[in-house]
């Protein structure tokens, strides 16, 4: 009872009670001990304490193996028990064993159709999703549902289960379409077989609220994640872990819509329940301080972010093993971070530890390798190190192809980071094309106003800039605002950022009034939609000081040019190349005005920044050695 409740430790107190009364009374291998060791073991699953539970489930299989015959049913649900565990460890080599031969004892205790079957079919389908093996998955899946089909009434909730597992695998390939069928299906059936507030109903809006949310439908997904919330505060006690759940998610959508006030009073809501809920170092409150630190992250507020990221990673490694896929993340994020603040070194640094997890813990084509590839790619363009970084990204790029369905999004970012490199390196057309692969397949993936769509319009626009067709880069950055206009609230960054990009374009064409009135309304969102020293309002400040610049108005240039240093010193660190990009700006406007002592002196900061910051064949560093010849001609 107190374990269908969610009342762990009360359930655990009564299971060891009784398990202590049956040392005493009953044999030392009777097969009631090994009942209650298995619900021992369940519930200390159900908190998350994973070497508790496998100690738990193995010794009640091994009573099990003296008290029953070998082909027992009980063994079946033994090895089942174990798999689960390993399953959550993520060991999945041990799970995938186990399910295995809970099935083997099933196929030879059972008729063909029974529904254990179906739901050994369905475990064994949940570890290939997990390690990637999408179609192995798919299949197995499906015969659990082609089982349940025989075996059960129409509406029966198991059937309903199926689909929500088919659903998952649609999911994780991006078939969004496919899974959002399917998901819609198991909700259908949840309602006619359970009543209205029933918790499987609650976790099918969810899973529709997260199809939403990665088509970019972000008012659905919150629709549905709410639903999701009502129907557990309904059925469960206030604190119970799967409420917090339903916060998290609707944190997440938060995020997404940039929202990032909203975003963190749900993730910190989520983690007030289960600081309650759960034993210090559950997993679920990793995941927590993981969110909140996603959050922080998005808002520029990077140190904050870094210390919830660190005390993700601390429960990770007490309650995992070393080689879990979700350190992996933690270090991914970790990475994430300090890319954001330009520490790129230690991104690197990282980054590659969790490729280094990956490699073990997954087959070789498994998608998040090709996300650590991605992330090591990123790094390597910011540091100039192009070649590098164009060979991350195709290896990331091979795994994809081989791993994901021809049009998943994933494979859209592939060919958008490939393109952004060939951007960097002055090779126009490739990026162009590289670009134009990506929108093709979003095109095919994604509902028409999703914002990755705008996002491939942004970088195309941003090709054709640099390539000095201002009309065509106007023309897609208008195309990528009018989607962001739809798709996001009204004062989301990224509205900012296609204004920002307009802007930039009548900057380069001369048409300095317009291109100042963009860059202010841009400014204008971002004071809203951000806290007051986000390194993006450094930007802007940036760039209306370059528009004055552009104007001959160096006074009022170089008191947004200090503004914007202002606000890069609170927000990055000391040696950041955004912080070195202000004194270059300050120099160069110096050097106009013939103060050229000035202009040395910060051309030279700026230098031994990009210096400490960047390799030394970087083309920032070259510019300003540049800069700084120059002035001195002058001198």
């Known amino acids: 009872m107190y374990a269908n409740k969610g009342d762990y430790s009360k359930a655990l107190l009564s299971y060891e009670r009784s398990l202590e009364i049956q040392k005493i009374t009953l044999p030392p291998n009777h097969f009631d001990l090994a009942q209650s060791y298995n619900n021992i073991g369940n519930v ?39 798999g689960l565990v390993y399953d959550d460890m993520g060991e999945y080599s041990k799970a995938l064993l186990s399910y295995e031969r809970s099935l083997e004892i099933r196929k030879i205790a059972l008729p063909p159709n029974h529904a254990d079957l179906a739901q050994s079919y369905n475990n064994i389908g949940n570890v290939y999703s997990n390690m990637g093996e999408y179609s192995k998955a798919l299949s197995s899946y499906e015969r ?15 059937l309903a289960h199926s689909y929500h597992n088919i ?26 077989a359970l009543p209205s507030n029933h918790l499987d109903l609650a976790q099918s809006y969810h899973n529709i609220g997260l199809v939403y949310d990665d088509m970019g439908e972000y008012s659905k997904a919150l629709s549905s994640c709410e639903r999701a919330l009502e129907i557990r505060k309904i059925a469960l006690p206030p604190n119970h872990a799967d409420l917090a759940h339903s916060y998290h998610n609707i944190g997440m959508v938060y995020s997404n819509m940039g929202e990032y006030s909203k975003a963190l009073s749900s993730c910190e809501r989520a983690l007030e329940i289960r600081k309650i809920a759960l034993p210090s170092n559950h997993l679920d409150l990793a995941q927590s301080y993981h969110n909140i630190g996603f959050v922080y992250d998005d808002m520029g507020e990077y140190s904050k972010a870094l210390l919830s990221y660190e005390r993700s990673l601390e429960i990770r490694k007490i309650a995992l093993p070393s080689n879990h896929l979700d350190l992996a993340h933690s270090y991914h994020n970790i990475g ?40 090591i790619g990123l790094v390597y363009n910011n540091m100039g190190e192009y070649s590098k970084a164009l060979s991350s990204y195709e290896r990331a790029l091979e795994i994809r192809k081989i791993a994901l369905p021809q049009n998943h999004p994933d494979l859209a970012q592939s060919y958008n980071n490939i393109g952004l490199v060939y951007n960097n390196m002055g090779e126009y057309s490739k990026a162009l094309s590289l670009h134009e692969r990506s929108l093709e397949i979003r095109k095919i993936a994604l509902p028409q106003n999703h914002p990755d769509l705008a996002q491939s319009y942004h970088n195309i626009g ?70 007051q020293n ?41 040696n950041h190349p955004d912080l070195a990009q202000s004194y270059n700006n300050i120099g160069w406007l110096n050097y106009n005005m013939g103060k050229y002592s000035k202009a040395l002196a910060c051309y030279e900061k700026a230098l031994g920044m990009y210096r400490k910051s960047l390799p030394p064949g970087h083309p920032d560093v070259v510019r300003t050695e540049k800069n700084i010849t120059l002035v001195k001609k002058e001198m």
């Open 167 to 192: 659903g998952m695998v649609y999911y994780n390939m991006g078939e969004y379409s496919k899974a959002l069928s399917s998901y819609k299906r198991a909700l259908e059936i949840y309602k006619i």
């Open 336 to 375: 994430m971070v300090h890319y954001n603040m330009g520490k790129y070194s230690k991104a690197l640094s990282s980054y590659e530890r969790a490729l280094e997890i990956r490699k073990i813990a997954l087959p070789q084509n498994h998608p998040d390798l090709a996300q650590s590839y991605n992330n």
């Open 144 to 158: 659990a549902l082609k089982i349940r089909k025989i075996a059960l009434p129409p509406d029966h909730s198991d």
């Open 44 to 82: 200390y699953y159900n908190m998350g304490e994973y070497s508790k539970a496998l100690s738990s489930h193995e010794r009640s299989l091994e009573i099990r193996k003296i008290a029953l015959p070998s082909n027992h049913l009980d063994l079946a649900q033994s090895y089942h028990n174990i």
């Open 534 to 574: 986000h390194p993006d309002l450094a930007l802007s400040y940036n760039n209306i000081g370059l528009v004055y610049s552009n104007m001959g108005e160096y006074s009022k240039a170089l008191s947004l040019y200090e503004r914007s240093l202002e606000i890069r010193k609170i927000a990055l660190p000391q």
């Open 462 to 531: 941003f090709v054709y800039d640099n390539m000095g067709k201002y009309s065509k880069a106007l023309s897609s950055y208008e195309r990528a605002l009018e989607i962001r206009k739809i798709a996001l609230p009204q004062n989301h960054p990224d509205l900012a950022q296609s204004y920002h990009n307009i802007g930039f374009v009548y900057d380069n064409m001369g048409e300095h009034p317009k291109a100042l009135s963009l860059y202010e309304r841009s400014l204008e969102i971002k004071k809203i939609a951000l806290p």
